[in-house]
């Protein structure tokens, strides 16, 4: 019995939550250092001593940061919304999500279609990094006739979305 209202429990936070069990996903302030795992039934995501992040599934890889051969410790889901990779304080590769209006969201990745995205703390997208496999492209922007505004708070970083 007690088991059974546990596991009711459980199902229960992964739906108040948003996540579910085929996804993998770092909350806002979690880091992955040099060589650990986030291991799933359908994936293992890991920051390789290559400096490459990488999504395994079935022994392939189906993501990755193209990171390899540069100097990287840790990738960590920031606070502001962006997703970085880092060398000690430099950083490498960002998902560049900081001005998304992510903040306190999470990365995911979809361990049936693949897609890759940061999301927003309220579980809409804030960017997608890939596209999953059979998910139709977002549309391309419309034109903007109004000036860009300046952002402010942290310069992003390059590398982009690869």
């Known amino acids: 019995m007690q088991r059974t209202i546990i596991f009711i429990l459980f199902n229960l936070l992964l739906t108040v939550t948003g996540f579910s069990q085929n996804t993998l996903h770092m909350t806002s302030g979690q880091r ?3 060589n650990q795992t986030i291991v799933k039934p359908g994936g293992t995501l890991i920051m390789q001593p290559n ?12 993501w990755q940061t ?23 304080t430099s950083p490498v590769w960002s998902s560049n999500s900081w001005n998304t209006g992510a903040s306190g969201g999470y990365f995911e990745i979809d ?4 897609k890759v995205a940061i999301y927003k703390a309220n579980g809409t997208v804030a960017k997608v990094l890939q596209q999953g496999v059979g998910t139709p492209p977002p549309p391309p922007p419309g034109p ?14 390059g590398g982009g979305s690869n």
């Open 32 to 34: 992955l250092d040099k």
């Open 144 to 157: 903007d006739p109004s000036p860009s505004p300046t952002p402010s708070g942290p310069t992003p970083v």
């Open 111 to 114: 361990l049936n279609t693949f």
């Open 51 to 62: 400096g490459n992040l990488v999504l395994y599934a079935g022994g392939q890889p189906k």
């Open 66 to 88: 193209n990171t390899a051969g540069k100097t990287v410790t840790h990738a960590i889901m920031q606070p502001d919304g962006n997703f970085v990779l880092y060398n000690n």
